[in-house]
T-cell receptor, first 115, second 112 residues
Framework: KAGVTQTPRYLIKTRGQQVTLSCSPI?????VSWYQQTPGQGLQFLFE???????NKGNFPGRFSGRQFSNSRSEMNVSTLELGDSALYLC??????????????FGEGSRLTVL | GDSVTQMEGPVTLSEEAFLTINCTYTATGYPSLFWYVQYPGEGLQLLLKATKADDKGSNKGFEATYRKETTSFHLEKGSVQVSDSAVYFC???????????FGAGTRLTVKP
C-alpha cells in the first residue's frame, strides 16, 4: 500500500513569490491535514480537509490556503512568501477526520527555503 | 486551549539504558493521546496511542499510560537501542478542537 506522497521534496523560493505544495494521501483516506514544522515553533497545525471541505484552520495568516480535490489529493499554497515561511511542511492523511482517535499517516514533507 | 507540554531535551543515553520522556497535557474534554516518532529525514510515524483514561499504549518496547489524575502520558522504554535515536512528539487530539496538537519534541540520541 503506497504511503503519503508529497511533492516537491525540496524547493527554494525568494521573498514575495508564491508556492504550491502537493499531497497524495493513502488510497481510501478522505482526510488530509497540513502542518508546518520549524525549529522555533515546532509542529503547528495549518488546516484539514475532509471530503473536499476545510474542517478547521490553524492560526496562520490568509496567505496560507489549501484545497482538496475529489480524489482526496490536496494542495497548499503560500502567497507572498516571507523569510519566516521557511519550514518543513508535512501532510498527513487518515481515514477519519482529525480529532477522532485514528492514526495520522505522514508524508516525508516538503522543505521550503525562502531567500 | 488544549495543549501538550513535553520535556524538550535533548536526551542522550547509552545503549540499554532506561528511557522516560515526560508529557503532560491540558484539555477541557476527553482527548486521545499519541506518541509520534520522527527519524532523520522522514515524516512522523505513530509509535503508540491511548484513547481513554488508564489505557496503556505499547509498541516496539515503548509504553505510555494515559493518566487522567495527573494529566500525563509519559513515554518509557526499558532498554533503548541505537536505532531508537529520533525525535519523539507527544500529541493530543479531541473532538472539541478538530486538530492535532503537538508538544515541542524531544530529541533522543542513543550511543553504543
Amino acid at each position: 500500500k503506497a504511503g503519503v506522497t508529497q511533492t516537491p521534496r525540496y524547493l527554494i523560493k525568494t521573498r514575495g513569490q508564491q508556492v504550491t505544495l502537493s499531497c497524495s494521501p493513502i488510497s481510501g483516506h478522505r482526510s488530509v491535514s497540513w502542518y508546518q514544522q520549524t525549529p522555533g515553533q515546532g509542529l503547528q497545525f495549518l488546516f484539514e480537509y475532509f471530503s473536499e471541505t476545510q474542517r478547521n484552520k490553524g492560526n496562520f495568516p490568509g496567505r496560507f490556503s489549501g484545497r482538496q480535490f475529489s480524489n482526496s489529493r490536496s494542495e497548499m499554497n503560500v502567497s507572498t512568501l516571507e523569510l519566516g515561511d521557511s519550514a518543513l511542511y508535512l501532510c498527513a492523511s487518515s481515514l477519519s477526520p482529525v480529532g477522532n482517535t485514528g492514526e495520522l499517516f505522514f508524508g516525508e514533507g516538503s522543505r521550503l527555503t525562502v531567500l | 486551549g488544549d495543549s501538550v507540554t513535553q520535556m524538550e531535551g535533548p536526551v542522550t543515553l547509552s545503549e540499554e539504558a532506561f528511557l522516560t520522556i515526560n508529557c503532560t497535557y491540558t484539555a477541557t474534554g476527553y482527548p486521545s493521546l499519541f506518541w509520534y516518532v520522527q527519524y532523520p529525514g522522514e515524516g512522523l510515524q505513530l509509535l503508540l496511542k491511548a484513547t481513554k483514561a488508564d489505557d496503556k499504549g505499547s509498541n516496539k518496547g515503548f509504553e505510555a499510560t494515559y493518566r487522567k489524575e495527573t494529566t500525563s502520558f509519559h513515554l518509557e522504554k526499558g532498554s533503548v537501542q541505537v536505532s531508537d535515536s529520533a525525535v519523539y512528539f507527544c500529541a493530543l487530539s479531541s473532538y472539541n478542537n478538530n486538530d492535532m496538537r503537538f508538544g515541542a519534541g524531544t530529541r533522543l540520541t542513543v550511543k553504543p
